[in-house]
């Protein structure tokens, strides 16, 4: 939670962004619709190691944006992605599903402090993103609200973060994780040293409550995390850019839990990012770091994490991006969850085919291979994508 500052201001400054191009002016506010149809196969979608079950599901989905400039500095955003996944063969997967960066945000200006209220939701289905558990069926559908503020305070040659979230984790399905619920605090401090090169200190604090495990006796121990570091963002030039946080985190155990093991956990967290423009062509964000966090049914581990995301702009008309991501976790207690190592590829190609409707195909692959060798499996995923816009 010590890197969440800067995420919050940077997304603060996107939602202070017009809306941009909309398509229906009512009263003060601006609208932007579009629908989307998204047809996908999955050789293996229950994310299971024997067995597999392949599947064709149809998604269709709509969007909404809304831009709401209240005074000359402060406003107000709403996004909404929803939409329902229907499954040809395992109905019994088929859901309802919110994209993520759906909510409510507002920017208010006290003075020179700029306050950001949100309140973000999504709903998902995609076990993929939550490594370490496969084996039974990680498709399991999950609620995610976090709801808090965030102030931001520009001073001369420096500016100041600081930031509280409430977050809800609530399994919409009997098979996933325990309910969680969890206080994030975070914040920072950096100073302009040079023209392109701003340091600093951050830190954070998370409790975490757990609700038992859905069908079972479980009572998962309560946890409470606490990072402090330094960091350092550092342009290069007009068309490259690097940050680089570190620090240490410590995770430790109310070991009220029944039947579980409840361990405490410490060590160096480290993240890397750099963003480059090469040339018209090709541009590419490359993330790698480690970090001790709290895992799934609050067991403790320590993850290490390399992310590649190149975009290819070769051709007029399409636009390319590969992207590349591989994870290594490890549980800091033994009876915790198994070690793990997970690895993602992909390949998508875009066309603006009119004005207004655009196509994309795309291929992805997964594979996770655990040390409990009944929650290995691999996954394909073949999908074809339009979205028009009102």
Known sequence: MSTAGSAATTAQQTANSSIGYYNLLWGPTAWRFSSGANLEYNDNTRLTAEHTQDDVIFQPEVNA????????????????????????????????????????????????????????????????????????????????????????LPLNHASASVGY?????????????ADSSSENFFGNFGVNVLPELVTGIEAGGTLFNYSPTPGSSYVEPGLAQWSTGVFANYKLSDHLSTRVDTGYAATTSDATGTNRVAGNGSGIYAAFSLLHQVNQWVNYTLTAGRSTDAASFGQVQTYYY?????????????????????????????????????????LTISRRL?????????????????????????DDIINLNFTYQF
Do not use: C
């Open 65 to 152: 944006d809304m831009h709401w400039p209240v005074t000359l500095k402060n406003s107000l955003d709403f996004t909404l992605g929803a939409g329902y996944s229907a499954y040809l063969r395992n109905s019994d997967l088929d859901q309802f599903f919110i994209t993520p960066g759906s909510g409510l945000i507002f920017d208010v200006y006290v003075g020179d402090v700029d306050f950001n209220l949100h309140d973000r939701v999504s709903i998902s289905q995609t076990g993929t993103v939550n490594p370490g558990v496969g084996g039974v069926n990680q498709s399991q559908e999950t609620l995610q609200n976090t709801a808090g503020v965030t102030a931001v």
């Open 306 to 346: 390399v992310r590649l995301d190149p975009g290819w702009n070769l051709f007029e008309k399409y636009t390319i991006s590969t992207p590349l991501a591989w994870q290594h976790g490890a549980s800091v207690v033994g009876a915790g969850n198994p070690d793990y190592d997970q690895y993602q590829a992909g």
């Open 165 to 177: 979230d409430h977050n809800n984790f609530v399994s919409l399905s009997n098979q996933a994780a």
């Open 354 to 378: 009119t004005k207004k409707l655009s196509g994309q195909i795309g291929y992805q692959y997964a594979q996770e291979v655990s040390a409990r060798g009944g929650q290995n499996y691999a």
